[in-house]
Each structure stands twice: as structure tokens, then as C-alpha cells.
Nanobody, 119 residues
């Protein structure tokens, strides 16, 4: 079965750093693009960063220059390095495996990990 399990969240002071991990299983990880999303209370879900199967990445304007998405195909894991954290980054962060409607392959989501930035 497909599984995505996030870890690495926690409480950090403004200006600090965290590295989130999303460990996956149940599918051929190297064949899929992956994304990180976040959602704060009362806010819409936001796409934070994505990385393709070839390793190309993109970012939301709100995190560009501060966050870095990467993947380790040998470990079936995608990471989100978060630097210079701001209170506005406080949210539940979830990873997502891309789907493909042409092939009838659905997206899969992790359960999420809480990131809280406060002093």
C-alpha cells in the first residue's frame, strides 16, 4: 500500500531552521514528482514547493530563497529544508505524490506534521 509519512516538525523561534522529511513506500518513488503543501488555521491550502522526477523544483513566492526541496531516491524520501523561518510559516505541512489522470493514477497525501514558529 502507498504510504507517505512526514516528520521533522516542531516549535522553532523566528529566524530558525527545520528540515521536514517525507518517507514513502508502496510505489516506485523515482517515477513520481512530489510536492509540499501547508495549511494554517482559517487559511487556504498553499502549494509550497514541488520537485519533478528529474529533479527540477519550483517554489511559492512566499518561501523562495528560504526553503529548499530535495529528494533522495535511494531512501524514497523527499525533504523540505526551511531556513529563516517566520511566524507566517506556522502551519501543518503535508507531502503529496503527484498523480496522473491519463493513467488513472491518483494523488496520495501524508497526514502532516505541525510547524510552529514563535518566540
Amino acid at each position: 500500500q502507498v504510504q507517505l509519512v512526514e516528520s521533522g516538525g516542531g516549535l522553532v523561534q523566528p529566524g530558525g531552521s527545520l528540515r521536514l522529511s517525507c518517507a514513502t513506500s508502496g510505489f516506485t518513488f523515482s517515477s513520481y514528482g512530489m510536492s509540499w503543501y501547508r495549511q494554517a488555521p482559517g487559511k487556504e491550502r498553499e502549494l509550497v514547493a514541488s520537485i519533478s522526477r528529474a529533479g527540477s523544483s519550483n517554489y511559492a513566492d512566499s518561501v523562495k530563497g528560504r526553503f529548499t526541496i530535495s529528494r533522495d531516491n535511494a531512501k524514497n524520501t523527499v525533504y523540505l529544508q526551511m531556513n529563516s523561518l517566520k511566524p507566517e510559516d506556522t502551519a501543518v505541512y503535508r507531502c503529496k505524490r503527484w498523480g496522473d489522470v491519463r493513467l488513472g493514477v491518483r494523488e496520495y497525501w501524508g497526514q502532516g506534521t505541525q510547524v510552529t514558529v514563535s518566540s
